[in-house]
């Protein structure tokens, strides 16, 4: 009797095609993978325009790789942007000074830091993973690699960002603040149709830093981490917190011990707090977010302060998803 039912429910789902019209049968796509891929993460609310700069690559089959630079590299290039790239607030020199890392599904890296004058740090690091033996060049030394490189100097110090440094000097009073865009980034981390994983992190950096300061933003293991064989993480915030725990690695390997892309998240948080507890500070004006990206295409995020949102696209379409936090 059960194989008569299955066998007469097998003619009804085929007799139901059968009656479709050729058009409308066109349409019928099969069954989602049980990977949710393609799909890229990106830090902030500026990640929505280069997630579609990002898609454009994912969609059509291109490699991940290549579209979290194409990603990011759009909002390098957006003087709207005060704290990535050309139009970036500067050090308290008046000095625009890039860090940027990308990493690949081959564990291949390249990394600069301090690189002054040329607007795509990321593009530059990318070379550094690609054309050189090394996986870090850092200020003099990573401005004439990308000179060498044919990357044109350009004077990234926007009207803008000058007059608000100006304004900064009469007081050239240091206090970051929660949230407020004087020291995000933008990381990105995405799966491909093929099933690899690679991630980009580029920023300015804390506004009015010390000249020569370098985050977590460059620091592979801080700022980004891809392991292809579990998922990829990527940091924003106050980038000392990030490099004291090298939380992008902690999170990949939380994963690897069997955390949800979210718990794990959670626990490099706590870890920081936990730090920053033991050593009698306060949480005040300390911001940190985490987001991972698992080989399955599972995500998550979780940070110290509400306000943190990432934006994620897959087929289901480009949203910003506000993170989860500690502090209620």
């Given at each position: ?100 890392c990308i990493m690949d599904e081959n564990a291949n890296i390249g990394s600069v ?28 030394g990573a401005q004439q690699f990308a000179q060498e490189q044919g990357f044109p ?176």
């Open positions: 009797m059960d194989s008569r039912r299955k066998f007469l429910k097998n003619m009804g789902v085929g007799s139901l095609l059968l009656g479709l019209h050729p058009s409308y049968a066109q349409q019928l796509k099969p069954l989602q993978s049980p990977i949710n891929k393609p799909i890229v993460l990106s830090t902030w609310d500026f990640g929505l325009k280069a997630n579609i700069e990002a898609w454009k690559i994912l969609s059509t089959g291109g490699r991940a790789l290549d579209a979290v630079e194409q990603g990011v590299r759009y909002t390098e290039a957006d003087a709207t942007e005060r704290s990535v790239g050309y139009g970036g607030r500067p050090d308290r020199d008046g000095k625009v000074t890039l860090d940027a830091a301090a690189l002054e004058g040329v607007k795509h740090a990321i593009s530059v690091a990318r070379a550094v993973m690609e054309k050189t033996p090394h996986v870090m060049l850092v200020g003099d100097l350009e004077n990234l110090l926007t009207e803008v960002s000058e007059k608000e440094w100006r304004e900064w000097l009469k007081t050239a009073k240091y206090e970051p603040v929660v949230n407020i865009e004087n020291h995000d980034t933008i990381g990105m981390i995405a799966l491909d149709a093929d099933g690899n994983l690679s991630g980009a992190c580029t920023t300015s950096g804390m506004a009015f830093k010390m000249h020569g300061r370098v985050g977590d933003s460059p620091i592979i293991g801080a700022g980004l981490y891809v392991d292809n064989e579990v998922g990829a993480a990527t940091a924003t915030g106050h980038g000392e917190e990030v490099v004291r725990t090298v939380g992008s690695h902690l999170v990949v390997e939380l994963m690897r011990q069997g955390h949800t892309p979210q718990k794990a998240c959670e626990e490099a948080v706590n870890r920081i707090i936990n730090f920053t507890k033991n050593r009698k500070k306060t949480l005040d004006n300390i911001q940190v977010g985490f987001i991972a990206l698992s080989k399955q295409g599972e995500y998550g995020a979780y940070c110290i302060h509400g306000g943190f949102n990432y934006a994620k696209y897959d087929y289901v379409g480009n949203e910003l998803i506000f993170s989860p936090h500690y502090l209620k």
